[in-house]
């Protein structure tokens, strides 16, 4: 993705002569390696190699992006031709593809993954993606940018054999590529291989919850970070951050969205318009903090460094990264008996949020009900739902003393536009949500 | 590289068993709501390649933007490892060729900015406070060709005006926001009836009223219907459908379920000719979809129903214009007249669920109430659930209203009502 630096920056300059106006050159090679596995055998291999280029303007409000297929300095200067509303010759820029090869990385999940299957979670319908990106940005009056990630993401089906039958329950697991990430795999294929006792159905009705295991990452991905997002329509949490600088919730709670958190999945360490991103803090001492913003809707404070695209044919959106509770005090018995009646719940399967109205909900697969401060019975799927700042305002001052990486949270999609994504969080207990079964 | 090119190098790699694929696509989008506005102009190319290889045989699948990066990830895919899969029986070059379409003029133009238009279409339509959250509306074409082992060569242009709108009302300190999906003919625009059914799936939420009954008729609207047929289609898809379906007596003999992508393209992901595939008739299930493959494993020949959502996948079977047709259409104001007491479903507030192996399903909607064909008032939010069978068996009436809605894919369906559901 070779670039004439020096020729980008001049043009880029005469597209954004106000010191607000944006212009800059957006350029990606994505690589997926996608192999689906049952029953330990590999197979259906997939390989996408894609590359392409954006030129974006943006001036007083008025903002126009062009995309083109393609990298390097020909498909810059196409992307920026038909930026101008100049033709263009039909052919699509290409490239030499990149040297560096995925299979090298394939090769090394070939080797590792039928030995952790086999020994953890035999039976099974999963699909492994290994996506690598590299990006390069030009802004004008800005240096040019370079940033690249590499992925994992396994999601599909485990089958749990226990003496009352074969269960099948959804896996996933996301993670940056490189690091030490086999025993948080292997730690997520026995839970989720483990035999349980058969589910009852879950009652309908008002209950406390444990969002136990890193699974309050997703309740606070859903009822803050989307409504702190600087272009999302007005939510009762921003309506009433406006309203009164109070506590909105307990004082101990404190979350942040952090993109430098590398170790995770929704980590970066520059954003998509190429600034180096700094943690917000969503919610400090129970109170609202700042908002999400990209470039264009930074203000005078500047882009917290969360302008993120889905695609490069994609405009940058202010975006979610990385949702971030700081851990309490409380251990798991303490939280167990403060719960006293309700729901232990360690795993979120998906979430969704409506900001205008507050309203939220949570998929979950398996919950175990706690009765008189003790592990009972087993529960089946259900969801939970409320509205954000009724859900903010009960939850309990006692958050468990261990953050843990939500490691099921791994993609987000607002308005079709999917991003990776993920949290960590200790152990919260939340009063009064709503639950009625999955039927 | 040039499609010929590739084409060639394929039959070097696996020689009578390779697939090609090629999408060009330029399209214009407008943004507006919010204090936005931009324009958008993509010109974006796809390349997809699948090939059979080894003894037994197995499949590969590769994709690239351009040429160069479709060779390179065949070259990474070949050394990965692929399931035992036989080749199916490719298919050649259609006797009857596609007429070519009338050149749409409107593709090459940004789309209007109804933004003005759909604000003040929204404000008269709904007794709530609603704005206009965001409207896009996207104009474009693609150009598709297909190439075969076999001989095929196939290439069509297809033509896509779409677009997707929100709108937040707003009552006392409550508000909800609705968004909608819709095709726009670049001639004359619906923009009073995209206000209309965004203003009420915004405001009628906004009621405070629960289902006044437990049970009781169930009308849907188009849109709601639409999407609960687009939900089920998979049990259409492959050699073996769930059990429930078939019965003798899968579904009403009210209604006909058909999948016809014939007046939109001319033929599927794999370049088989698209054509009218009816699927249930006088209550039976008559007909199944097959793409490639599955119309290999099942020993049959594909139907024209390989979809490719993108050309980042493989093409799999799936619908790809199913809608539902009266036997006797009724227009919708006898429809709704005819209602002794239950619930008309007119736009949903959640996705459509469904466990076709469970034979269950789950709409949460909003709408109003009717008793004696009159409407008694808006309701909040409800929520219908069962088996799709009794659903499907269920069907009283069609309306003459057939309209299409994507979803992602064309579905369509006239208004329905549904003898007896039960609501909560």
Redesign the interface.
């Known amino acids: 993705m070779e670039w004439d630096d020096a020729a980008l920056a001049r043009e880029l300059e005469s597209l954004a002569p106000g010191s607000d106006d944006v212009a800059d050159v957006f350029s990606e090679r994505l690589t997926e390696i996608s192999i689906a596995w049952r029953d330990g055998s590999p197979g259906d291999p997939r390989v996408c190699v894609e590359t392409g280029t954006a030129a974006r303007r943006r001036a007083r409000g008025d903002e126009r992006l062009a995309f083109v297929a393609g990298s390097g300095d020909a498909a810059a200067r196409a992307a920026l031709r038909a930026l101008r509303g100049e033709p263009s010759d039909d052919a699509p820029p290409a490239e030499a593809p990149s040297t560096e090869r995925g299979p090298a990385e394939a090769a090394r999940w070939m080797r590792r993954l039928p030995a952790l299957l086999a020994r953890h979670a035999p039976r099974h319908r999963l699909r492994l993606r290994l996506l690598r990106t590299e990006r390069r940005i030009a802004s004008a009056r800005r240096p040019v940018v370079e940033s690249a990630r590499r992925l994992v993401s396994i999601e599909g089906i485990v089958v749990s054999a226990s003496r009352l039958g074969d269960e099948e329950r959804p896996f996933s697991f996301h993670a940056p590529d490189g690091g030490e990430i086999a025993d948080a795999l292997k730690a997520a294929l026995v839970e989720a291989a483990a035999p349980r006792d058969r589910p009852i159905p879950v009652v309908a009705g008002e209950t406390d919850v444990v969002l136990a295991n890193g699974s309050a990452a997703v309740l606070f991905h859903e009822i803050l970070a989307h409504p702190l997002e600087a272009d999302a329509e007005r939510s009762p949490l921003t309506a009433s951050a406006s309203a009164s600088a109070g506590p909105i919730t307990v004082t101990d709670l404190d979350v942040r969205d952090d993109p430098r958190r590398l170790d995770l999945f929704g980590g970066y360490e520059r954003d998509d318009e190429g600034i180096a991103p700094r943690a917000v803090k969503l919610l400090l001492s129970g109170r609202v903090g700042a908002r999400i913003s990209d470039r264009s809707s930074g203000g005078r404070t500047g882009s917290s460094g969360h302008g993120r695209r889905a695609a490069a044919s994609e405009p940058p959106q202010p975006r979610s990264s990385n949702v971030v509770v700081a851990a309490g005090s409380a251990t798991s018995e303490e939280l167990v008996r403060r719960l006293g009646d309700g729901l232990w719940i360690d795993e979120i399967q998906s979430g969704s949020v409506e900001p205008a109205s507050g309203a939220f909900r949570l998929a979950f697969h398996r919950a175990r009900r706690v009765r008189r401060g003790r592990f009972t019975d087993e529960i089946g799927p259900g969801f939970l739902h409320g509205e954000m700042l009724a859900a903010l305002r009960r939850i309990e001052p006692v958050l468990g003393r261990e953050a843990h990486v939500c490691r099921t949270l791994g993609w987000c999609a607002r308005d079709g536009l999917v991003l990776p994504v993920q949290g960590e969080a200790p152990d919260v207990l939340v009063r009064g949500l709503s639950v009625r079964p999955a039927r | 590289m040039r499609f010929e090119d590739v084409a060639a190098l394929l039959e070097r790699r696996a020689a009578g068993r390779w697939e090609l694929y090629r999408k060009s696509a330029r399209t214009r989008e407008r943004d507006g709501g919010?204090?936005?506005?931009?324009?958008?102009?993509?010109?974006?190319?796809g390349w997809a390649a699948r090939w059979w290889d080894g003894s037994p045989a197995?499949?590969?699948?590769?994709?690239?933007?351009?040429?160069?990066?479709?060779?390179?990830?065949?070259?990474?895919?070949a050394?990965?490892?692929?399931?035992e899969?036989p080749p199916p029986d490719w298919p050649k070059n259609p006797a009857r060729k596609a007429a070519p379409p009338e050149p749409a003029e409107a593709a090459d133009a940004d789309p209007p900015d109804l933004a003005p238009a759909l604000s003040e279409a929204l404000a008269a339509a709904g007794s709530e406070r609603i704005a206009l959250?965001s409207l896009s509306l996207r104009a474009g074409e693609a150009r598709e060709r297909v190439a075969n082992a076999a001989g095929l060569d196939a290439a069509q242009t297809l033509f896509a005006f779409d677009g997707?709108a929100s709108a937040?009302a707003r009552r006392g300190g409550?508000?909800?926001?609705a968004r909608a999906a819709f095709r726009w003919d670049p001639a004359a625009p619906d923009v009073d009836g995209l206000a209309r059914r965004l203003a009420e799936a915004a405001s009628l939420?906004l009621s405070d009223r629960a289902s006044p009954f437990r049970t009781g008729q169930w009308l849907l609207s188009p849109p709601v219907a639409a999407a609960v047929l687009a939900a089920v289609s998979p049990a259409f898809c492959g050699e073996r459908g769930p059990s429930w379906l078939a019965r003798e007596e899968a579904a009403s003999r009210a209604v006909r379920i058909v999948d016809d992508a014939s007046p939109e393209s001319a033929f599927d992901g794999e370049g088989v000719p698209s054509r009218r595939m009816l699927l249930v008739e006088a209550g039976e299930v008559v007909a199944r979809l097959f793409d490639l493959r599955t119309g290999r494993a099942a020993g049959r020949r594909s139907t024209g129903h390989g979809v490719r959502p993108s050309f980042?996948?493989?093409p799999r079977c799936g619908a790809r214009r199913i809608f539902l047709e009266a036997s006797e259409p009724a227009a919708a104001a006898t429809l709704a007249a005819s209602v002794r007491r239950g619930l008309e479903a007119r736009a949903l507030t959640?996705p459509v669920?469904v466990d076709l192996a469970a034979d269950?399903y789950?709409v949460e909607f909003t709408g109003v109430s009717i008793v004696a064909g009159r409407e008694q008032g808006p309701l909040g939010g409800a929520r219908a659930?069962g088996r799709i069978s009794e659903l499907l068996r269920r069907i009283q009436a069609a309306g003459s209203d057939l309209a299409f809605f994507p979803l992602p894919f064309p579905a369509g369906s006239p208004t329905l009502l549904i003898e007896r559901t039960s609501f909560d």
């Open positions: 919010r204090g936005l506005s931009r324009i958008t102009h993509r010109a974006e190319e197995g499949m590969w699948f590769a994709a690239g933007s351009d040429a160069g990066g479709l060779a390179a990830a065949m070259d990474d895919a050394r990965l490892p692929a399931a899969e959250g997707v937040i409550s508000a909800r926001a939420p980042r996948v493989p959640a669920r269950r789950e659930s």
